[in-house]
């Protein structure tokens, strides 16, 4: 087992790795920004690291920094939490050329999947079930209305290098296409420094369906059920759910045994996601992730597994912890995002929260790095909790979610907290009856 871990990040994250390392035995040393100088992790850490100013690219995204701080305090693994340098290979590469284990995933595993166009061949020679599209990159408008004319309209354009929906255009007819390709590749070149894209038939009415696994690297892999993560803004995930609402028992261990099998096959060493469109019954493959997810609490809620003690478990040489066979899925759990953003319009809301009050009582769960007189710096993303709450079944962690959100405050700032007590009471969401656009075309509705 590592003697000194450092985690690389901040917020929530940062704080999440770091009670998963205290609960192992193993010292801690985080890395700050300037700006972070008074964050909750740099409070609770056993070392800190300042390592540059409040940019991201001169602090967080800083591998030189961040290797100079595992020398400097003798940390011998980096957990690189979500974002920032999470699904980086080079600095995967970079670790392992200075005898620092990178708690994840190989970096030819990360190159792979961090490739759309690689990732998806990928996916197909594991027998994971794929969209119909592209084979590879598109490269010209002719090539483009060939592959949409056979696949049929409408078809959808997607960044190869990217995500969070820059580089994605839907394009319905073939007079639509030529606009909608040359703007994809337009806007994945600006965001990705990467212009490739490719083609996949559209879904009209989607669910956002994702696999957890986690992968001993020497072809042993485990799933741990799947997340439904349909609500979204702008392809951003606003509330996720353990077990999805639309799947049965039969399509949840089919899909579930297809991706642990794939990922055994493969050698994947560490927690991964991949994430799949269902719709009638049918799963297609969009990506996998090679990092902890922010929705994973909801699985650990279901399953009593704490996916960071399997990643530092498994990055040490442990193995894992649990066969397939120990997996008892129990109960029902949602997360909810809490942004320091106006319910509204979304923009982010930085400043310094007054007064910080989170719910308690059976099943409830916060993560979050923020407290009362805490000032949200306007450099990051604007997550500043998660809220997870579980029952022995959706009708009551959904009661339980509703009183839940009535006792969080958040004073000083505006958050997304209405906007959650708003969808708790919504009938399409009590009946699970919602698809990835219902959250676009509720908020339009109610404007």
């Known amino acids: 087992m590592f003697q000194k871990i450092l985690i690389a990040n901040r917020g929530e994250i940062a704080l999440r790795v770091l009670r998963a390392a205290k609960e192992l035995g193993i010292q801690t040393v985080v890395v700050h920004s300037t700006a972070d100088a008074d964050a909750m992790h740099v409070r609770l850490a056993d070392e800190s690291v300042c390592i540059g100013p409040p940019p991201s690219r001169d602090s967080y995204l800083n591998i030189h920094q961040i290797v100079a701080a595992c020398e400097i305090t003798g940390a011998d693994a980096v957990h690189p939490g979500y974002g920032f340098l999470s699904e980086n290979a080079k600095f995967a590469d970079i670790l392992a050329a200075h005898n620092i284990t990178f708690i994840g995933p190989s970096a030819d595993h990360i190159r792979i999947m961090g490739d759309k166009i690689e990732a998806k061949r990928t996916a197909k ?29 409408p078809v959808i354009i997607k960044a190869s290098a990217g995500g969070g929906g820059r580089g994605m255009k839907v394009a319905r007819s073939e007079q639509d296409l030529e606009i909608a390709l040359a703007t994809a590749r337009s806007e994945a070149g600006a965001a990705f420094g990467d212009d490739a894209v490719y083609i996949e038939k559209y879904l009209e009415k989607p669910r956002h369906i994702e696999v957890q696994i986690v992968g001993d690297g020497a072809g042993k892999a485990i799933h741990l059920g799947e997340r439904d993560c349909s609500l979204q803004r702008r392809h951003q995930k606003v509330w996720e759910e353990a077990n999805s609402p639309a799947l049965n028992a039969e399509e949840r261990d089919r899909i579930g045994t297809t991706c642990s099998k794939a990922i055994a096959d493969l050698g994947y060493s560490g927690a991964g996601t991949i994430e799949f469109l269902y719709e009638n019954g049918e799963f297609y493959f969009i990506e996998m992730n090679t990092r902890l997810q922010v929705e994973h609490p909801v699985t650990e809620a279901i399953t009593g597994i704490d996916l960071v003690h399997e990643q530092i478990r498994v990055a040490s040489g442990g193995g894992l912890s649990v066969s397939q066979q120990d997996i008892r899925f129990q109960g029902h759990a949602i997360e909810c995002r809490i942004n320091a953003e106006d319910p509204r319009t979304f923009t982010p809301s930085p400043g310094t929260i007054t007064h910080f009050h989170t719910p308690g009582g059976l099943g409830i769960r916060v993560d979050s790095g923020v407290y009362s007189g805490y000032k949200i710096p306007p450099y990051y993303d604007s997550l500043i909790g998660k809220l997870i709450v579980h029952g022995r079944n959706r009708v009551e962690c959904m009661m339980r979610l509703r009183r839940a959100l009535d006792e969080f405050v958040v004073d000083g700032i505006k958050t997304t907290l209405p906007l959650f007590r708003d969808l708790v009471g919504n009938s399409d969401i009590a009946n699970g009856d919602y698809d990835i656009h219902w959250l676009e075309k509720h908020l339009a509705e109610t404007e």
């Open 125 to 153: 020679r594991l027998g994971i079930p794929v969209v119909p599209g592209s084979d590879g990159a598109v490269t010209d408008e002719r090539e483009a209305k060939r592959i949409a004319a056979e696949i049929g309209y």
